[in-house]
Nanobody, 127 residues
Framework: QVQLVESGGGLVQAGDSLRLSCFVSGRSSGDYAVGWFRRGPGKEREFVAGINWSGGVTYYPDSHEGRFTISTDHAKSAVDLQMSDLRPADTAVYFC????????????????????WGQGTQVTVSS
């Protein structure tokens, strides 16, 4: 059973940077993708970024502005989301999710495609 635990959320000011980590445990053999999602107040869950664990292939939505970067840290068994130039509109609960994949350059981008989820970490950006 894959388990995911997010950390790194908090209260920051507009323009600040923040690094979220998703610690992954309970993996079995096989490759998988890890995605970061967020759900802002009154909004639907939104895909932010995804990465393949073994090959490092990344995928960002078309709305990506280059302020967020996803990466793996195999030493920590974690997937990080580096966020810069944060804005109040980035205020949300950020979740990480994992899904086993058969093709290492396939990164699911919808919530329905992911089986394992963390509890989320709150990010609040003040103006």
């Amino acid at each position: 059973q894959v388990q995911l635990v997010e950390s790194g959320g908090g209260l920051v000011q507009a323009g600040d940077s923040l690094r979220l980590s998703c610690f992954v445990s309970g993996r079995s053999s096989g490759d998988y993708a890890v995605g970061w999602f967020r759900r802002g107040p009154g909004k639907e869950r939104e895909f932010v970024a995804g990465i393949n664990w073994s090959g490092g292939v990344t995928y960002y939505p078309d709305s990506h502005e280059g302020r967020f970067t996803i990466s793996t840290d195999h030493a920590k068994s974690a997937v990080d989301l580096q966020m810069s130039d944060l804005r109040p509109a980035d205020t949300a609960v950020y979740f990480c999710a994992a899904q086993y994949v058969w093709i290492n350059d396939f990164i699911p981008s919808t919530a329905q495609e992911y089986t394992y989820w963390g509890q989320g970490t709150q990010v609040t950006v003040s103006s």
